[in-house]
């Protein structure tokens, strides 16, 4: 099983930008479905957006599609979110997450948020002026 770690959290205006950065060991990131989740409080955790660690097809939900960005960076085995345009109700834990690539699954829903089997302990995020 993999382990990951993230980091990059912190306190930022609304407005501002953000990286998150996923450190992923135990593994080689290729052969991956990378993911990014977040969970505010009192409500239930999120996909936010996946990256096919192979050949970099990336998706997004719709809350944040056009302001935050996955990328990956294979030879160092991190994982990027990288967050701009930020919004109080981006308020949240983030989590990166890793899982077999079903392609059947990708084709069809885009990101196998389900199928993620490996988790890290997730990073806070607050944006509050």
């Known amino acids: 099983q993999l382990q990951l770690v993230e980091s990059g959290g912190g306190l930022v205006q609304p407005g501002g930008s953000l990286r998150l950065s996923c450190v992923v060991s135990?593994?080689?990131?290729?052969?991956?479905?990378l993911a990014w989740f977040r969970q505010a409080p009192g409500k239930e955790r999120e996909g936010i957006s996946c990256?096919?660690?192979?050949?970099?097809?990336?998706y997004y939900a719709d809350s944040v599609k056009g302001r935050f960005t996955i990328s990956r960076d294979n030879a160092e085995n991190t994982v990027y979110l990288q967050m701009d345009r930020l919004k109080p109700e981006d308020t949240a834990v983030y989590y990166c997450?890793?899982?077999?690539?079903?392609?059947?699954?990708?084709?069809?829903?885009?990101?196998?948020?389900?199928?993620?089997?490996?988790w890290g302990r997730g990073t806070l995020v607050t944006v509050s002026s």
């Open positions: 997450a890793a899982g077999p690539v079903v392609e059947a699954i990708v084709q069809v829903e885009g990101c196998n948020y389900f199928g993620m089997d490996s």
């Open positions: 990256l096919i660690a192979s050949d970099g097809r990336t």
């Open positions: 135990g593994g080689t990131l290729h052969y991956y479905e």
